[in-house]
């Protein structure tokens, strides 16, 4: 996973709901590739505030903006329209298609430790080990983590881009300073 700091502050979609009013700021953007599977993500979110992201996916109607909201379990729909201005700049437009409701179907009662490894000065090497029992004594799988240190944590952002089945889960949220950049599943079933 690579993060690049934007430029500019993207505040985007001030849209009405019900008659209430929603903005969601972006000022990190992310490239997340899953070498196995081939697939490359576009993700945008908020370094102070991890409960939603933005992602910019290539669907077969075109290019589709969704903004994911943790905390209200919903998703919104964008269609994108790109419009070169000059040389080097494009204005990039989101045009609100509807919302729905994230529904959760699959639920594990899994548990994730944790463990810091090793580290130099750029990097923290660590684990998160995930159990199927709340005594830990039966290891399902572990994730090598390669963390960038920084000052912010990016673990929600992580969380979100590769942990299929627990993105929505901001209770497994652990603190850990720095930018996840690698990661590697161990299966030990």
């Known amino acids: 996973m690579k993060i690049i700091k934007t430029l500019f502050l993207i505040s985007l979609f001030l849209f009405s709901f019900n008659s209430s009013a929603q903005i969601y700021k972006f000022d990190k953007f992310v490239v997340y590739e899953n070498k196995t ?6 993700v945008y979110c908020n370094s102070i505030n991890s409960n939603y992201f933005l992602r910019i ?3 077969y109607h075109g290019q589709e903006a969704l903004v994911y909201d943790l905390i209200n379990k919903k ?5 994108v329209t790109k419009k070169s201005i000059e040389k ?8 609100y298609k509807n919302s729905r409701k994230v529904i959760e179907k699959v639920k594990f009662n899994y548990f994730f430790e944790y463990i810091k490894i090793n580290e130099d000065s750029l990097y923290n090497y660590s684990k998160l080990v995930v159990y199927k029992n709340k005594s830990k004594k039966k290891i399902i799988n572990e994730i090598e983590l390669k963390i960038k240190k920084d000052k912010s944590s ?9 942990m299929h089945t627990f993105e929505f889960n901001t209770e497994m949220d652990f603190s ?3 930018i996840i950049e690698a990661s590697r599943t161990k299966k030990t079933i």
């Open 37 to 42: 599977d081939s697939i490359e993500s576009n």
């Open 57 to 59: 996916i290539n669907s």
């Open 176 to 178: 850990i300073d720095g």
């Open 88 to 95: 080097d700049l494009t204005e990039v437009s989101f045009k």
């Open 154 to 162: 990016y673990f929600p952002l992580y969380r979100f881009c590769t």
């Open 75 to 79: 998703v919104h729909y964008f269609e």
